[in-house]
């Protein structure tokens, strides 16, 4: 009995041990050697002007900034009128990437009590994003959305709600 309870409380703590730095939503507050570091120029050749990998999640684009893996960012812009809804393509250190690293893009829009609303997305003009339109959005707060697309022939899909980020 004994021993039972000691292997429960090590899988425990192993386990939020484990989980600890993945759910962390504060930064450590630098020290003075670091911010002084954080000043100094980045050294030559430095990638992204020195850019850390998921050091900015901020919409470049007034959406909501998601990850798929370790190496990609995606931004969904939603738009209540649903005239243009897109989705952009950055990598680790948010360097933007072509509309084209992904295939089959596509939204469905699940609105209360109506039929969802299937809308497929194609490249824009300039090839920087995935663009669809589709029917107005009148409950954005009861709606949800379906984002699919494939990377490498690998098909991904996520459920979000109906958020319009800062347009």
């Not at 899988?11 to 962390?24: G, K, Y």
């Not at 050749?45 to 370790?70: T, W």
């Not at 009128?81 to 939204?107: C, K, M, Q």
Request: glycine share 8%.
């Amino acid at each position: 009995m004994i021993t039972l309870r000691l292997v429960l409380i090590a899988v425990s703590a192993v386990v939020a041990l484990t989980a600890w730095p993945a759910c962390r939503q504060t930064q450590p507050v630098p020290s003075a050697v670091a911010q002084a570091a954080s000043m100094a120029p980045p050294p030559a050749g430095a990638v992204g002007g020195g850019a850390i990998p998921h050091g900015d999640h901020n919409p470049h684009h007034g959406g909501v900034v998601m990850m798929k893996g370790d190496d990609l960012h995606y931004e969904v812009v939603l738009d209540r009128t649903g005239r243009a809804y897109h989705v952009y393509f950055t990598d680790a250190v948010r360097e933007d990437l072509p509309a084209s690293i992904a295939s089959d893009g596509a939204l469905i829009v699940h609105r209360p009590g109506a039929t969802e609303e299937r809308i497929a997305l194609q490249i824009d003009d300039e090839g920087e994003s995935w663009v669809g339109s589709g029917r107005p959005v009148e409950a954005p707060e009861a709606t949800t959305v379906r984002l699919s697309f494939a990377i490498r022939h690998e098909p991904y899909w996520i459920d979000l709600p109906f958020m319009t980020g800062q347009r």
